[in-house]
């Protein structure tokens, strides 16, 4: 009976620290679009194959241009764990792949080295879309679009 207790309640311990890890890569960032693009939220899958390079274009037929940040970047490490379910490595592997295959044409995301340079491409490219630490100050031209799955 002892034991049993004891497992529940190592179960439920662990249940509740993958739980709390989970809630917090979410709240680590925030994805951003530049304002010409419609809506206000994004569906996960729909987010993870614009930034792999499975589509190209927003649902509205405009062209989506991704930006990632610094492989080494905490917020990038939240967003791909997150969103792609991938950790940054992976994602790196993928795209390596991606560029030694003769059957694709896609090249990885544009890369920027921190929040304001991500900030200002979106800002200046239109249907561009990346991500920020969470709290970030959004200048104009950039809003915040909500990720749903």
Known sequence: ?????????????????????????????????????????VRRA????????????????????PVDQSGTSPVRKGFSENVLHMPVMAVVQYWGRQLVSVASSARPPTVKASDDEVLLYVAKTSGAV????????????????????
């Open 1 to 41: 009976m002892r034991a049993a207790s004891l497992r529940l309640f190592a179960f439920l311990v662990a249940a509740a620290v993958t739980f709390t890890a989970a809630a917090q890569a979410t709240d680590s960032f925030v994805v951003i679009v530049n304002a010409s693009v419609t809506g206000t939220n």
């Open 130 to 149: 990346g991500y920020v630490a969470s709290g970030t100050a959004l200048p104009p031209g950039v809003k915040a679009v909500t990720i749903v799955d």
């Open 46 to 65: 729909d987010l993870a194959a614009v930034f792999l390079k499975k589509a190209v274009r927003w649902g509205d037929g405009t062209d989506a241009h």
